[in-house]
């Protein structure tokens, strides 16, 4: 299983990035997905996350400005954030709670990371 950020990029203070992360591989079955964030000097944090029935939690710092979704039939999901703060730098992990087949346990994955810069 690999999971495939993409998205990050540079913007404004006030702008908006959508970010991706598709799931591959051997799949039966996909629970909770997540984004985490890490700046510099700063412990990894939950940013999102969504449950397999599209219940969603955010941390209280992009409470308001961030959305996450999934597409199940595409195994993806998607964080549209927008008002983007300067605070909101930092690399961007994905994870997805993944089951690989019928009897399998289910294993968490991660994405390699996209960077998230807002700046003037």
């Known amino acids: 299983v690999q999971l495939q950020a993409s998205g990050g990029g540079l913007v404004q203070p006030g702008g908006s990035l959508r970010l991706s992360c598709a799931a591959s591989g051997s799949i039966f079955s996909i629970n909770a997905m997540g984004w985490y964030r890490q700046a510099p000097g700063k412990e990894r944090e939950l940013v999102a996350a969504i449950s397999s029935g599209g219940s969603t939690t955010y941390g209280d710092s992009v409470k308001g400005r961030f959305t996450i979704s999934r597409d199940n039939a595409k195994n993806t999901e998607y964080l549209q954030m927008n008002s983007l703060k300067p605070e909101d730098t930092a690399v961007y992990y994905c994870?997805?709670?993944?089951?690989?087949?019928?009897?399998?346990?289910?294993?968490?994955?991660w994405g390699q990371g996209t960077q998230v810069t807002v700046s003037s």
């Open positions: 994870n997805t709670d993944i089951r690989e087949g019928p009897q399998s346990q289910v294993f968490r994955y």
